[in-house]
């Protein structure tokens, strides 16, 4: 009989669940920042994680023997608690920062509180590489594998246990991860009770450590109105959902200020804590809703095109599907953008929206609004891409790392491409001063339509505080703008541009000193390439490249930002995207102190020794990144693009890892540039060729994508270890760390400004530096290689 307990299966096992634990934690955090702050926050995540991961190989150069694992795992538990309860109790006011030098510190410490775990794992996981010897490569695809277990071990925990939960899951985790190490026992046996116990107790978070969301988030604000109730609560997979009733809630886009009528009550509900998306109380088939519909900007469609079959995109918590049902379309397709607001609908708020998703004229389709546009060949009268975002203010920036690919140029132009003979698109966007959300909706859907004469067949108009652009498959006839000038009106909406347009119609109802709207919309169209360069925001059209439609920061604006910081109401002064150059400067500072403090530890690596594991390091997050962004464009939702990239590529590296004995390390890095620098351009065409297919082709097509590219980033850091001297390992993954944190923010930038081909190729750029260091790196080593075949 073979007795098996965890100590005979130290330390991989525990290896295993410390790295799981680790990303779970990292995950759940992501989650936990982006409801509590802003996408900034949820960003920083990364970078965190993998700088707590390069400090501790700084303190293994000073002390790479003796700390009992146990002990570290207990502490990573501890930590997290820890960082949870500053997070979470520290109030951070990200409003105030620019003139209240205290929240600088708050901010450091909420910096420093969510590293301090990552910091232990990592302590953890270099202490078992540095003791392996020659068997490093086994440990780090142990780690890896782990740490991919991690991903889906977070997208299970979060929706069951909620955020909270998801965080004392993880510190479970580390302390079963201490039980793996212990020696059996007595210890053993109460680190195993103690794991089951905080497992148990995630299921059942006390209300006391409810996490406490920024008091400048819109949910946090709508809490203060008066007789204001949470009615629901809970956490999804990719989102957490709020639904609040306080009699206060009216949300209505562009509803012209000539309605008089009065309006129906609405639930207001919040996704990650931003809104509302507002749950209308009044049936589609009520005389009401005809009214309602009738001073919306969207009826001017409905108007020109009675009893249409129309497809409405960005749909929210269905206003605009209610619109287009008062309006008396005959069928109304709407695209399934959160899976989570349409369980709220259906099920505890189908008799408060008078069961508006049972209509029998609507139709829910399976996939969101950028898969919605491939999904069946039908053709539509109408296809409306709804306003259900909130107002973002242009120098804001909170919002600039978020893909929206329902509004970029190639979404409009399926748009068009899904529409009937006679067919319109509508879009509705905020307007700003000076014009910048519409204008850039308006620049994209020029672009759009750039094969074709535009003039004759777009019209666009503004109310107080919208405005709305009609194309149309064909030019507009003199019937439908006589209908159309009847419509703005009746409405008291101003005329943007129309095909017959006079001067005097111009800035006649909602005035400003000048038609600013008018003139810009018009040297879109006669100029666009002219107008957006010398335009003060950026204006250039998202592609699904770079599908940033809310990134309007040009470089020559800084000293105007710089000059106005603090002096507006929004996060960080109003800094935008200034943010993340300070983030960039600030981790390239961390870095160089992580690269020079193992030297005071008697390491003395080569040149080429950092120079390798710092562009091995650089280059997986310049690679990862821009492929999670570009993944979720075809698995239709970030949560399970993160999923399953972080998954394929962990997974499959831990793989490379292990075999990475057997393969030429020089071979290995050749093509895995060339396969990254393939990738780059091969990628857009299989992302279109597989957009519209089944999910489960669709995930068979990012596996056999993403595998090869894993399997090959796992070989350069376990290849490396097994070249370089036991004393030397801290340093390494230190200075892979320490890049990876530079190398995460770097990804975003370029991104944001280049585009995710550029990224990837500056990734590929990046391996070949290691590959040109590996000429002195494979030399430096030679007493290595008789244990390398040995291993063999």
Request: charge should be neutral; aromatic fraction near 10%.
């Amino acid at each position: 009989m073979v007795r098996i307990s965890l100590s005979s299966m130290k330390p991989t096992f525990g290896l295993i669940l410390i790295s799981a634990s680790a990303l779970a934690f990292e995950v759940t955090l992501t989650r936990i920042f982006a409801v509590q702050q802003f996408h900034h926050f949820a960003f920083l995540v990364i970078g965190l994680a993998v700088m707590g991961f390069a400090a501790s190989g700084v303190i293994l150069s000073f002390k790479p023997y003796g700390t009992s694992l146990i002990a570290l795992c207990l502490a990573y538990s501890v930590a997290i608690f820890v960082a949870y309860a500053v997070i979470n109790f520290v109030t951070f006011d990200s409003y105030s920062i620019a003139w209240d030098r205290r929240q600088i510190w708050i901010l450091f410490l909420y910096f420093l509180s969510a590293a301090a775990p990552f910091l232990f794992a990592g302590w953890v996981i270099g202490a078992n590489l540095a003791s392996a010897g020659p068997q490093a490569y086994r440990r780090y695809a142990a780690n890896l594998m782990g740490s991919a277990l991690g991903v889906p071990l977070a997208l299970v925990a979060i929706p069951l246990l909620g955020g909270e939960g998801a965080v004392l899951f993880s510190l479970a985790l580390g302390v079963l991860a201490a039980a793996a190490f212990s020696r059996g026992g007595r210890a053993q046996w109460v680190l195993l009770g103690g794991s089951l116990i905080l497992g148990m107790l995630s299921m059942a978070i006390p209300s006391q450590f409810a996490l406490r969301l920024s008091p400048y988030k819109p949910l946090s604000l709508t809490e203060l109105a008066p007789k204001a109730q949470t009615t629901i609560s809970r956490w999804a997979p990719a989102a957490r959902i709020d639904v609040v009733e306080s009699g206060g809630t009216h949300v209505f886009p562009g509803l012209s200020l000539n309605a008089g009528l009065e309006l129906p009550q609405q639930a207001a509900l919040f996704v990650d804590g931003d809104g509302p998306l507002p749950i209308t109380n009044l049936s589609p088939t009520s005389p009401e809703a005809a009214i309602l519909a009738r001073h919306m900007p969207a009826a001017l469609a409905y108007q020109l095109r009675p009893g249409a079959n129309s497809l409405v995109l960005q749909s929210g918590a269905g206003l605009e599907a209610l619109v287009a049902l008062g309006s008396g379309a005959d069928r109304v397709h709407i695209a399934l953008d959160e899976p989570a607001v349409f369980d709220i609908l259906d099920g505890p708020y189908d008799e408060f929206s008078e069961g508006l998703l049972q209509d029998a004229r609507l139709e829910r389709l399976e996939r969101p609004s950028r898969g919605a546009l491939l999904e069946g060949d039908e053709q539509y009268d109408i296809v409306h891409f709804a306003l259900s975002d909130p107002f973002r203010p242009v120098t804001n920036g909170a919002f600039s790392l978020t893909e929206h690919y329902a509004l970029t140029v190639e979404s409009l132009s399926d748009a068009m491409g899904r529409l009937s003979e006679d067919g319109l698109l509508v879009l509705t966007r905020w307007l700003g001063t000076p014009p910048s959300e519409s204008a850039r909706a308006w620049a994209t859907l020029l672009a759009a339509m750039d094969s074709v004469e535009v003039e004759e067949r777009v019209l666009a108009f503004r109310g107080m505080r919208t405005a709305t652009m009609i194309a149309s498959a064909r030019p507009f006839t003199s019937e439908e703008l006589r209908l159309s000038r009847e419509f703005l009106e009746l409405n008291g909406y101003d005329p943007i541009w129309l095909p017959d347009l006079k001067p005097a119609e111009l800035n006649q109802r909602n005035r400003l000193p000048k038609p600013a709207y008018h003139e810009l919309y018009l040297a879109l169209m006669k100029s666009p390439q002219s107008t957006i360069d010398s335009y003060e925001f950026n204006l250039t059209p998202p592609t699904d490249d770079r599908p940033y439609f809310y990134h309007f920061f040009r470089w020559a604006q800084t000293p105007e930002v710089l000059s106005s910081l603090g002096q507006t109401w929004q996060p960080f002064g109003g800094s935008g995207y200034l943010v993340l150059v300070a983030l960039l400067a600030m981790m390239m500072m961390i870095a160089a102190a992580l690269l020079i403090l193992p030297r005071f530890a008697g390491a003395s690596p080569s040149a080429p020794g950092i120079a390798y594991f710092a562009f091995i390091g650089a280059g997986y997050l310049l690679v990862e990144i821009p492929l999670i962004q570009q993944f979720t464009l075809l698995l239709d939702r970030p949560a399970l693009a993160l999923a399953v990239v972080l998954f394929t590529l962990l997974l499959t590296s831990g793989i490379g890892s292990w075999f990475s004995v057997r393969l030429p390390l020089r071979g290995s890095l050749t093509i895995l540039v060339a396969l990254v620098i393939l990738t780059a351009l091969a990628l857009p065409a299989l992302m279109r060729l597989g957009l519209s297919w089944p999910l489960g082709a669709r995930l068979i097509l990012a596996a056999l994508v993403l595998a090869p590219l894993g399997t090959l980033m796992g070989i350069p850091f376990a290849s490396g270890l097994r070249r370089i001297g036991p004393a030397q390992i801290p340093w390494a993954w230190s200075a892979n760390g320490a890049l990876s944190g530079v190398g995460g923010v770097v990804a975003a930038m370029l991104t944001l400004d280049l585009g995710f081909r550029m990224a990837l190729i500056i990734g590929a750029l990046a391996y070949l530096g290691a590959l040109v260091a590996t000429r002195t790196l494979v030399g430096a080593r030679l007493a290595n290689q008789g244990n390398e075949q040995h291993a063999a």
